[in-house]
């Protein structure tokens, strides 16, 4: 059984529980407030670790998307006051080889900001927090708001456009190898893009290396 990586949205209500059991992952906070064992994160914060994990929400509720690498059976999780959906499970086919590397960020572009043609080091999902984005590759077009999610081989070459008329940002969680830790993934594919200005920014929350089954 390949290794697979996958994106699932929490919905807590104020003081739902639940226990996570030990796996390589990142939780981001979209909305609400949640308790992480005795870590209080807010919208817009961000917990990683492969440790087994309490969740408790806020007063007001809490929204999660939780990305998780998963080497074996995903079970299940459930709690009174919790809707778990999966968003989006990926087999990582393109898995690097030898020690790996945990990187969850965001990536943000201005209006009509755009990432050239380029690949990554490792496999990823991505998921729109804000504004809307075009995504090219393997010859197709596909557009995604917020909420929408997707996933790149990571060698497979692509571009990205964002809205022209919004700012656009995405989460992104991507499997490294771990000797890139602290340095960029990105390869431009065409020579003349790689001076030019880059649009996009990043936010990064993870950069973890993780090893043992899961």
Known sequence: ??????????????????????????IFVVHGSVTVDASALHGEAAFSGEDAVT?????EGATLWRFEFLTGAPGAIGAHGLVSREKLAAPLETLPEGALLLRGDSVAFPPGGCAYLHRHQGPGIRCVI??????????KSTSYGPGGAWYET??????????????????????????LLGKSSIEYLNQ????????QSYKLFADMPIGGDA
């Not at 059984?1 to 990142?26: F, H, I, K, Y």
């Not at 969740?55 to 007063?59: N, T």
């Open 130 to 139: 804000e504004g809307g984005i075009r995504i090219d590759t393997h010859g």
């Open 55 to 59: 969740l408790r929400a806020g007063r």
């Open 192 to 199: 003349e893009d790689r001076a030019k200005p880059k649009s």
């Open 1 to 26: 059984m390949p290794a697979t990586l996958r994106l699932t949205e929490d919905v807590m209500s104020n003081g739902a529980e639940t226990a996570l059991p030990p796996r390589p992952r990142m």
């Open 154 to 179: 990571g060698p497979d070459p692509v571009f990205a456009q964002a809205a022209l008329d919004r700012p656009t940002r995405f989460i992104r969680v991507m499997i490294l190898p771990r000797a």
